[in-house]
């Protein structure tokens, strides 16, 4: 048996918003940096974090340009993610729920990302090794 | 033998009205309609699901209604009928000052000191 460990995140957070979205990623990370296959189910407001019209601005309080500013964009984490799973011998996949995405207006998305329904996320479920679910509140 | 999944719904109207529905038991029935083995338990606010007689209609604003609001009581019987058990925490529903028989009938009544053998019998806990 292979110790290839698989993991299936379901999250429902909009970026921005909580501290949800960012202990999500640290986890995803982790799974990353340990050469996992990683997959994420992103429902709800979840699938604007691969939404690639994200953009940075300046902050004027900090007193820096946009440049200065460096603003995080969670698709560009979620793409640096993608790239250290692979890195490890790992994958990162990413399935947005397709109505979300309609709701949203969201489609511009990550080339890796791809549309889908809740029985994708069953499929994942049971190939998985385990299934973590952080959802909103 | 397949996964079996125990969904815990607690987060409760979770923008039922834009949805016209709870997104949780909405993907429920969506994977039990497909065959998956998914059971759903309700608790703390979302005992409330279960309550007989619920009526979110009436929303409006300016000349756009909503004209399909959520019924919650119903897509819980829908569950149900397609095979899923839907468990509520009677702690909560106490809590809340419901009795029993404000609730539609088919829930099945777990107490929270029970939550933790139920979670037994499941592959997988879903917490929503």
């Known amino acids: ?137 | 033998m397949g996964l079996k999944v125990l969904s815990i719904v607690e987060s409760a109207y979770r923008a039922t009205i834009e949805e016209q529905d709870d997104t949780i038991l909405w993907t429920s029935t969506a994977l039990r309609g497909a065959g998956a083995n998914v059971d759903v338990l309700l608790r703390g606010n979302a005992v409330n699901y279960g309550v007989k007689g619920q009526d979110a209609s009436g929303l409006q604003f300016g000349e756009r209604k909503q004209t399909h609001p959520p019924q919650l009581e119903d897509d819980l019987q829908r569950l149900m009928d397609l095979g899923a058990k839907v468990y509520v925490t009677t702690d909560d529903v106490a809590e809340r000052g419901l009795e029993r028989n404000d609730l539609i009938g088919g829930l099945e009544p777990i107490s929270r000191s029970g939550m933790a053998k139920l979670c037994g019998n499941y592959d997988q806990i879903w917490h929503w």
Not at chain 1, 50 to 79: M, R
Not at chain 1, 107 to 112: N, R, T
């Open chain 1, 1 to 137: 048996m292979s110790d290839k460990k698989t993991i299936t995140f379901a999250l429902m957070d909009p970026p921005y918003e909580n501290a949800r979205c960012t202990t999500a990623l640290r986890l995803i990370n982790i799974a990353a940096q340990r050469g996992y296959d990683v997959n994420v189910f992103a429902y709800e407001g979840a699938v604007g974090l691969p939404f690639t019209k994200q953009s940075p601005h300046p902050n004027a309080v900090h007193g820096h340009d946009a440049d200065e500013e460096d603003h995080p964009l969670p698709h560009e984490w979620i793409e640096a993610m993608a790239k250290t799973a692979n890195a490890n011998g790992g994958n990162l996949d990413w399935i947005n729920c397709g109505l979300c995405v309609d709701e949203r207006g969201v489609h511009e998305a990550l080339d890796f990302v791809r549309r889908g329904s809740p029985a994708d996320l069953w499929k994942w479920a049971e190939a998985s090794d385990n299934t973590l679910v952080i959802p909103t509140k």
